[in-house]
């Protein structure tokens, strides 16, 4: 005698987030974007790197905050995240003003004040050599 025994589709159950944890968890990735943002575009100022340097030491920032992210949750990162790339993607143009605002204030105070600093000396010093000389 034969039995049937019917099975139900494997269908995976869709998951249930909390709307006040996804929440939070936004808000702390948001201040942790916008805080190596700052640090990280403060980093180049101080570095002096110009152009497209500048752009690509945003870009692996980026993605070494991610890479922190991903080794932070581990293999469980659908109990806190609903989305991979969105971690990734979210507010990466709001994060890209502030560290191109901390990059050229930073690049500002080291380098270019520097440098009128030293051209002033450059002045002052001939103005003195000029006035011995009369």
């Keep these: 005698m034969t039995t049937v025994v019917k099975t ?11 709307e006040a944890a996804l929440r939070n968890n936004g ?9 190596m ?3 990280s ?3 180049a ?5 110009t ?5 690509a030491f945003y870009i692996v920032s980026v993605v070494v905050l991610y890479i922190m992210f991903m080794v932070k949750t581990g293999p469980n990162w659908r109990k806190y995240h609903i989305s991979r790339q969105a971690l990734l993607t979210n507010s990466f143009f709001a994060s890209l003003c502030t560290y191109v605002l901390f990059w050229t204030f930073i690049y500002g105070m080291v380098h270019v004040r520097k440098r009128s600093m030293c051209m002033a ?12 000389m009369q």
């Design 45 to 49: 100022g101080v570095l002096g790197l």
């Design 8 to 18: 139900k589709d494997l269908k995976p159950e869709p998951a249930a987030y909390s």
């Design 27 to 35: 808000a702390v990735i948001e201040y942790c974007r916008t805080s």
């Design 37 to 39: 943002a700052a640090l």
């Design 121 to 132: 000396c450059v002045c002052s010093a001939r103005t003195e050599q000029q006035h011995t």
């Design 51 to 55: 152009s497209l340097y500048g752009f």
């Design 41 to 43: 575009g403060s980093t």
